[in-house]
């Protein structure tokens, strides 16, 4: 059942939320061991946030739009006096003493926290096998990954553990678990989503956006937890926008352009089957009354190459804290700098360690202009073409990911091949801009495909009503 | 800027130029970059939230009332207030919540502007910017230092104050000079209710640039940055120590390094902290979680608007009421006793006689005196109703309980003596003494003040140091032509 259908049982008194928590607990129980989405259960803690929606319905006071509606959390979100490990040995035992902003929405949206899920460690990665504490599986086929870094909260969805997850999108990384998993996922415009509370990996990249099976509960999701923060300085100063009343405007007179670069032809590795799909939403959306042409947006094949040098750089910094003074792991050492050595050494995994070492160099005294000054420039390329191109076309079109999901294991040899899964994503992120993911049909394996529609900065309405016509398209295909 | 001129040559032949790096903590309720108190002391740990303590998930933002502050102290330092950047500066310290540092890089909040010294010369400010502190270690063991401590305590209390450091440019000649500077500053400070200025609590921290060169070289000689300075006292003894460390370098036909080096107090000398290959590549970059500061214009100019008199401004006003040059005027503003001064000046006081008072006379403040009382007392004074010593003593009254110094003068038996009572009494010591009148009379200059000193300490024991010296003088000196 979807989240809004859930909701509305449990508002109406038709269900209590103590019944839809526990029959989704019941299905973690069968499936996860066999999946691993999530980190930690919540299972207590779960059914007493569901008792208290129950009580406020029979209190007769308003339980909030996700009233009684499962939720997953990836486990890079701050939850008071529960632990948040970004699936990191690092940041062992720490309790935070204070929820997201994200979370505390949820909380007063009546929606229910049953898990933190699982993810590459600080959410690098595209696969969820950089985590600490195992690889989580695609629910739809356990020999493949689930994509990453928020494949917990992707596989979650899947799985059915829980109508709604939320991810972190840095480079693609709810996008594209989103694609390979057949679900819904949406990296809203930077500043949308408050990130008070969601653990930094690259702060200017970073945003906080939801996983849902469906469009329109992706849309009821970003309503609870979007609009203005002011612990966040960067939120911008704007409620959330309305977007499930937009949901059957349709496209028609719509303008869409399909980003030549980033759709096969121009773009190597870009698989076959991933490109038909592509080609038949773009041929749906035509036939749904928009106007769609294949266009360019040059400077997005840089993307990737400014992408792996700004987050490394911002991450660099950010996760410079975790040096065992104040939380966490501490490998004692003699000295207070062995000690931050030893804890770093032995708390961190070699990607966290790989991209920390990129962003230190990049950083350094003599290379800062080359490598960061100069990935900004592309950065501000890009986000000139965008405008550009939004000249003339309301939404733009690519594929989400190169590919479907990939077997466990198969990319880990090689950080460049794994890299190259965010080539379509990492754009959006560095424009600040909105995109989601929809599922659309599968590919030669028989496993989902996902195609991305992007949209100019808070053109989250827009980008909604086209998802809603892919959506009722993809399953009739 | 022409410091040249008169500063003191620390050795022979040898210049010594100084640059200094202030920090001040900025007197705001909150921290810098969230809601936790701004609160000198406490226990440990107590003045702390997620932001202070750089938790993870945890975001700055930028408290208003720091940037007003900022604001204030660039426009009281003639700066250009510009829209300003915040940027990382990563390195790793135990007392730092985030390891690394908000600061401003490229972009700071005040560009270039000048302080004046209260001898009326100008030195450049570079810039002055916004930045947060960082907490305090305690290393137990291993005397003291990190390295070989034991365990090594930190209290976050002051992580996240926010600082002003203000970056003066190399314009100063001489200790002297660098500890009128810091005065100057703290006063300025001080003034615009920007920071407290205690250098003893380290809410003022100075950093100072030492480089030497032969008198009349244009280039600057290779400097070093000494810390750990923390009291004017010790400024001064740093600067004398390190200018002659280095000119015995040179002398002895060696380098000076870049170093930077750590002043110690008990041992009245430098020693290296780190060489400049040692020195720390801060990776300065942008702070993604913070946007520019680009106050208006209108913010700016109200605050302006609303900026008290400056200690400049001060000396100014109170030199042109006492037709004095402003170095004159610089004791009474930095007492404080200026409004007092200009007041009793605009009453008809004698301005070089209130300035001698406010200067001798005042030093541990006016008490109860007030403009009205101050101008009366001074008016006697110079009247010839009460000799100095008596007004002198008249003041330390009106200090201690206010009153009208007629009052207060008849009270204390001070009667003006009639002149002519004072001439009968110079008679007849003449009279009494002809031995010594007569070497006043016929002695040379230094013969003839001696004995003038004799006639008045004799006035002045008959009197019991009521009469007035000038006077005695007078009549001696008639009687001597006659």
């Known amino acids: ?66 009233a009684g509606v499962p939720v997953a959390l990836k486990d890079n979100l701050c939850t008071r006096g529960v632990p948040t490990t970004c699936s990191s040995r690092i940041l062992e035992g720490w309790l935070p003493p204070y929820d997201a902003t994200v979370v505390e929405r949820l909380a007063a949206a009546g929606a229910v926290v049953v898990g933190k899920t699982n993810l590459d460690e600080f959410a690098m990665g595209s696969s969820t096998e950089n985590s600490a504490f195992g690889v989580t599986r695609n629910p739809l086929d356990l020999t493949r990954v689930p994509g990453g870094s928020s494949g917990g909260s992707a596989a979650a969805v899947a799985a059915g553990f829980a109508p709604l997850a939320l991810g972190s999108d840095t480079g693609g990384s709810i996008r594209q678990p989103a694609a390979l998993c057949g679900v819904v996922g949406v990296k809203p415009t930077y500043g949308a989503v408050s990130r008070y509370g969601l653990v930094a990996f690259a702060s200017s990249l970073d945003q906080i956006g939801p996983f849902a099976r469906t469009v329109s509960d992706a849309a009821l999701l970003l309503e609870a937890i979007g609009g203005h923060d002011p612990r966040d300085s960067t939120s911008i100063p704007e409620p959330a926008a309305s977007l499930t009343e937009v949901l059957d405007r349709g496209v028609e007179g719509l303008r ?17 089957d991933v490109r038909s799909r592509l080609g038949e939403a773009a041929s749906a959306l035509d036939e749904a009354g928009a106007t769609v042409e294949t266009t360019s947006v040059p400077s997005t094949v840089y993307g990737l190459s400014a992408y792996y040098v700004i987050a490394p750089a911002e991450a660099s910094s950010n996760l410079a804290r975790y040096d065992g003074v104040r939380y966490g792991l501490r490998v004692d050492a003699p000295n207070a700098g062995d000690m931050n050595t030893a804890t770093r050494t032995a708390g961190f995994g070699d990607e966290v360690k790989r991209r920390i070492m990129l962003g230190t160099y990049a950083l350094s005294a003599g290379y800062y202009d080359a490598y960061y000054g100069k990935s900004q420039k592309v950065r501000t390329l890009i986000v000139q073409d965008f405008a550009r191109a939004y000249e003339e076309f309301d939404l733009l079109l690519c594929p989400t990911a190169p590919t479907t999901a990939f077997p466990i294991g198969e990319k880990t040899a090689d950080p460049m091949t794994m890299y190259l899964n965010d080539v379509c994503t990492i754009p959006s992120n560095l424009a600040g801009h909105p995109a989601m993911s929809v599922p659309f049909g599968v590919g030669d394996d028989g496993m989902p495909v996902g195609v991305q529609i992007l949209a100019p900065a808070m053109g989250e309405p827009t980008m909604f009503q086209a998802a809603a016509v892919l959506e009722a398209a993809g399953s009739g295909s | 800027m022409n410091a040249e001129a008169t500063a003191p040559e620390v050795v022979p032949g040898w210049e010594t130029v100084i640059g200094l790096e202030v920090h001040a903590e900025l007197a705001t309720a909150t921290k810098l970059f969230s809601s936790a108190p701004n609160r000198f002391g406490g226990q440990p740990n107590t003045n702390v939230d997620p932001v202070s303590l750089g938790l993870p998930g945890s975001l700055p933002v930028l408290n208003e009332q720091a940037v007003e502050l900022a604001i204030r102290v660039g426009l009281a330092l003639n700066c250009q207030v510009q829209r300003s950047v915040f940027a990382r500066k990563n390195y790793f310290y135990p007392d730092m919540p985030k390891d690394f540092q908000i600061s401003q890089y490229d972009l700071p909040i005040n560009g270039e502007g000048w302080l004046e010294l209260p001898d009326g010369r100008r030195v450049g400010i570079e810039r002055a910017h916004l930045e947060e ?20 305590l ?10 002003i450091e203000i970056v003066g440019a190399p314009d100063l000649r001489s200790a002297e000079e660098a500890r009128s500077y810091v005065g100057e500053l703290r006063a300025i400070l001080v003034a615009i209710g920007a920071s407290d200025g205690k250098m003893e609590e380290g809410s003022m921290r100075v950093d100072c640039n030492v480089s030497v060169r032969p008198v009349g070289q244009a280039e600057f000689g290779t400097r070093c940055e000494i810390k750990n300075i923390n009291s004017l006292r010790s400024l001064g003894r740093a600067i004398g120590y390190e200018a002659r460390r280095q000119v015995d370098l040179i002398t002895a036909g060696e380098r000076v390094e870049q170093q930077t080096r750590h002043w110690n107090e008990d041992e009245g000398r430098t020693h290296k902290l780190r060489s400049k290959e040692e020195a720390y590549d801060y990776r300065y970059f942008p702070e993604p979680d913070l ?19 400056l200690p400049r401004e001060r000396r100014l006003r109170l030199a042109e009421a006492a037709s004095v040059d402003t170095e004159a005027a610089a004791l009474t503003v930095e007492r404080g006793l200026d409004d007092l001064a200009v007041d009793a000046i605009a009453e008809g006081a004698a301005g070089p006689r209130v300035l001698v008072h406010a200067e001798n006379n005042l030093a541990d403040g006016a008490g109860r005196l007030d403009a009205a009382s101050f101008a009366a007392l001074v008016k006697m004074e110079t009247g010839g109703d009460l000799t100095a010593t008596q007004a002198k003593t008249v003041l330390s009254t009106l200090v201690a309980d206010g009153g009208d110094p007629a009052i207060v003068a008849t009270d204390l038996g001070f ?9 009968a009494l110079v008679d007849r010591l003449i009279a009494e003494h002809p031995d010594d009148w007569a070497a006043f009379t016929s002695g040379d200059e230094q013969e003839r003040k001696k004995k003038s000193g004799f006639f008045v300490g004799q006035v002045m024991k008959a009197t019991s140091g009521q009469a007035d010296g000038r006077a005695v003088n007078e009549i001696l000196a008639r009687r001597a032509g006659a």
């Open chain 1, 256 to 272: 869409i352009g399909v980003i030549e670069e980033l759709s096969g032809d121009g773009l190597e590795g870009i698989a076959d």
């Open chain 2, 133 to 152: 502190d960082t907490g305090k270690s305690t290393h137990v063991g291993g005397g003291g230092r990190i390295h070989e401590a034991g365990y090594s």
């Open chain 2, 154 to 163: 930190v209290d976050y209390n002051r992580a996240g104050v926010p600082l």
């Open chain 1, 1 to 66: 059942m979807s989240a809004r259908g859930l909701a509305a049982a449990v508002r109406s008194g038709e269900r209590s939320a103590r019944s839809v928590v526990d029959e989704h607990l019941e299905t973690i129980r069968s499936g996860e061991p066999e999946i691993h989405a999530f980190n930690l259960v919540l299972a207590d803690e779960a059914l007493a946030a569901a008792d208290e929606v129950d009580r406020r319905v029979a209190a007769g006071e308003d339980p909030g739009p996700l």
């Open chain 2, 415 to 423: 009667e003006a003596m009639e002149i002519g009572e004072m001439e």
């Open chain 2, 291 to 309: 946007v520019p500061v680009a106050p208006s214009d209108e913010w700016i100019d109200a605050i302006r608007a609303a900026l008290p008199m």
